[in-house]
T-cell receptor, first 113, second 110 residues
Framework: EAQVTQNPRYLITVTGKKLTVTCSQN?????MSWYRQDPGLGLRQIYY???????DKGDVPEGYKVSRKEKRNFPLILESPSPNQTSLYFC????????????FGPGTRLLVL | LAKTTQPISMDSYEGQEVNITCSHN???????ITWYQQFPSQGPRFIIQ???TKVTNEVASLFIPADRKSSTLSLPRVSLSDTAVYYC???????????FGKGTKLSVKP
């Protein structure tokens, strides 16, 4: 089954403790992206990757890092999480770009205490 | 990236046709118009995409006037399960950056 998977689905952590949210797709997609969703603010793009080893900032990249060493994986790294990073995070992929049909993962709900 | 403006919310009843209009006055020549649907606590799901005139699929229709400064998503005979947030996006085919905005919250009542 074609899908985007994220792990973990739920995470409670404390301020400053580094964490990684994994994202993997099995559709051989070139493009991958991370979004965060907060009440009243809609979906905002954090980082995206047009291809392996190519990443770029979205609208809200501060406090996040990403890497794209393999086509299928696009982990989101929070080096020193803060409470304002408490949010619902979605990973997505598409064949070549943001404008093509994006397939979203199930989401990761993060709480930073 | 072209900015889009949509109503914050809309109400409808089961069986009615729902039309959600999106304004994108500064749309560029190469920009496409894409709509996504999102249920609570789920990732958005692609509904339809178009460039001009009318596009129809098994879920919805997309109407785009000649000047392309607006577009209308049409959902025929909605049901309770169509209650969701609908996002209108505008952008070029080759780009990586995408702006979803706040979307339109559609509530379908029995």
């Amino acid at each position: 089954e074609a899908q985007v998977t994220q792990n973990p689905r739920y995470l409670i952590t404390v301020t400053g403790k580094k964490l990684t949210v994994t994202c993997s797709q099995n559709m051989n997609h070139e493009y991958m992206s991370w979004y965060r969703q907060d009440p009243g603010l809609g979906l905002r793009q954090i980082y995206y990757s047009m291809n392996v080893e190519v990443t770029d900032k979205g609208d809200v990249p501060e406090g996040y890092k990403v890497s794209r060493k393999e086509k299928r994986n696009f982990p989101l790294i929070l080096e020193s999480p803060s409470p304002n990073q408490t949010s619902l995070y979605f990973c997505a992929s598409s064949r070549t770009s943001a404008q093509e049909t994006q397939y979203f993962g199930p989401g990761t709900r993060l709480l930073v205490l | 990236l072209a900015k889009t403006t949509q109503p914050i919310s809309m109400d409808s009843y089961e069986g009615q046709e729902v039309n959600i209009t999106c304004s994108h006055n500064n749309i560029a020549t190469n920009d496409y118009i894409t709509w996504y649907q999102q249920f609570p606590s789920q990732g958005p799901r692609f509904i339809i995409q178009g460039y001009k005139t009318k596009v129809t699929n098994e879920v919805a229709s997309l109407f785009i006037p000649a000047d392309r400064k607006s577009s209308t998503l049409s959902l025929p005979r909605v049901s309770l399960s169509d209650t969701a947030v609908y996002y209108c996006l505008v952008g070029k085919g080759s780009q990586g950056n995408l702006i979803f905005g706040k979307g339109t919250k559609l509530s379908v009542k029995p």
